[in-house]
């Protein structure tokens, strides 16, 4: 575990990264350059995508917002099975995918 400062240009750290799987980040470039994710591959988010990084891995689905054509194809063609959402309302407030979703873990015994 390690402590991470978000930059000052970020306004939560899952606003600008999401992990696409155990090794894989999907990030905007600002929050990438901090360094923070040292170790991980890092895919970034498109020049003016940047609203995308907040996405969702469901099972074998990366759940984005529809819209950025330029990532989606990025996460495609890394093996990513996309599918794009309308989240244009949620949006107006900031909102990205994982404000929008609830999960669950099954229960510790």
Do not use: Q
Request: hydrophobic residues 40%.
């Amino acid at each position: 575990m390690r402590e991470v400062a978000t930059p000052e240009c970020v306004l939560h750290f899952k606003t600008d990264c999401s992990l696409l799987d155990d090794e894989t980040i999907l990030s905007t470039k600002r929050l990438a350059a901090s360094g923070c994710f040292k170790g991980y591959n890092v895919i970034n988010t498109a020049e003016g995508e940047e609203v995308c990084a907040n996405t969702i891995r469901f099972n074998e689905l990366v759940i984005m917002p529809a819209g950025f054509p330029k990532t989606a194809e990025t996460l495609d063609n890394a093996g990513y099975t996309v599918r794009e959402v309308g989240n244009s309302e949620a949006a107006k407030l900031d909102g990205g995918m994982s404000c929008l979703s609830l999960r669950f873990s099954p229960p510790i015994a």
